[in-house]
């Protein structure tokens, strides 16, 4: 969750099947039942920018929450709207003065060109798979896999994705499963096989035995 960004007044949308997912949750898995009930009514939630969405994952790659959010201040506030052709339009210079490095500057780039040439697919992701998604986010520059399955979760709001590449992921279940001892993406998997369909909201619930304070993307 390195790149996650505290949740603000923006983040207004939640899954339709959130109360579903729990109900499940805590009837097939002994450590959901015991975890859901601590967080009440606190619930995944979305900006709802695509591009923006991805813009604030690339900004906050390798950065602390803090100095991303400073980054991102300054940076949104060089186009007259923060979309994809008006950052095409943005001086190099200016995007290294808000604090970005070169590699940033051409991956917002890379970003930009993608959404505003039309080689992301934006209006079909409700038809695709996840894996159809995760091809197509990936090829952009700076976005790997666990980026597309963070979008996937916060922004698409998929609600069966198990980003087994995350370190916060990893950790929450060895606390909550295995009593602390290290656990293999195998022994993840295994644990995980019991929260199908819905693996991102025990993820997310997991996440919060980690840090109670929800974040969004």
């Not at 979008?151 to 370190?167: C, E």
Request: hydrophobic letters at 45%; proline letters at 5%; one cysteine or more.
């Amino acid at each position: 969750m390195a790149f996650a960004i505290p949740a603000t007044a923006e983040a207004v949308i939640t899954p339709y099947f959130w109360e579903e997912a729990c109900k499940h949750l805590m009837k097939k898995d002994r450590v959901m039942k015991r975890l859901i009930p601590q967080f009440g009514d606190a619930c995944l939630q979305t900006r709802g920018d695509a591009f923006v969405t991805l813009a604030r994952s690339i900004i906050g790659q390798q950065i602390s929450v803090k100095a991303a959010q400073t980054v991102w201040d300054r940076f949104s506030l060089l186009p007259k709207k923060l979309t994809p052709a008006n950052v095409l339009k943005l001086k190099v210079d200016d995007m290294r003065a808000a604090g970005l490095s070169a590699r940033k500057v051409e991956y917002l780039v890379d970003l930009a060109l993608h959404f505003d040439n039309g080689a992301l697919h934006v209006k079909d992701w409700d038809s695709m798979d996840d894996e159809e998604i995760i091809a197509e986010l990936v090829s952009i520059r700076g976005i790997g896999r666990w980026t597309a399955e963070m979008f996937m979760i916060f922004h698409l709001m998929r609600p069966n994705v198990l980003p087994l590449d995350d370190a916060g992921l990893i950790t929450g279940i060895s606390q909550n499963y295995f009593s602390g001892d290290v656990v293999s993406r195998s022994d993840a998997r295994e644990v995980a096989a019991a929260w199908a369909p819905y693996c991102s909201v025990a993820t997310w619930y997991i996440w919060r035995s980690l840090d109670p304070l929800p974040v969004a993307y």
